[in-house]
């Protein structure tokens, strides 16, 4: 059974920063993508990044909003997932939720149509 498990959500300041983590088990995702989205309530689940692979290699890209503030990053077997978030804004409070999905070589994802398993989810929060 394919399970994703997050952690490392919290309640931070306007400015502050924190690490989420993404572990996953059941199967592995060595040459697929791993992606970030989060949803704010009453809105839509959007993308924030992705790590994975096509035939030139692994890439990662990021959604504009977080662009220079977030980072994604893997093991090398993409097992464990982390996304560092620093200089973070209240607009940023959302339920982060990590996603994969096995495709080899099939490049990066930025819908979450474009992934197969998903985790629970982790509250971010961030006040001003």
């Known amino acids: 059974q394919v399970q994703l498990v997050e952690s490392g959500g919290g309640l931070v300041q306007a400015g502050g920063s924190l690490r989420l983590s993404c572990a996953a088990s059941?199967?592995?995702?060595?040459?697929?993508?791993m992606g970030w989205f989060r949803q704010a309530p009453g809105k839509e689940r959007n993308f924030v990044a992705a790590?994975?692979?096509?035939?030139?290699?692994?890439?990662?890209d990021y959604a504009d909003s977080v662009k220079g503030r977030f980072t994604i990053s893997s093991d090398n077997a993409m097992n464990t997932v982390y996304l560092e978030m620093n200089s973070l804004k209240p607009e940023d409070t959302a339920v982060y939720y990590c996603?994969?999905?096995?495709?080899?070589?099939?490049?990066?994802?930025?819908?979450?149509?474009?992934?197969?398993?998903w985790g629970q989810g982790t509250q971010v929060t961030v006040s001003s």
């Open positions: 790590i994975g692979y096509n035939w030139s290699g692994r890439n990662t």
């Open positions: 996603a994969a999905h096995p495709s080899i070589y099939g490049g990066l994802g930025y819908t979450p149509n474009e992934y197969t398993y």
């Open positions: 059941g199967r592995s995702f060595s040459r697929g993508r």
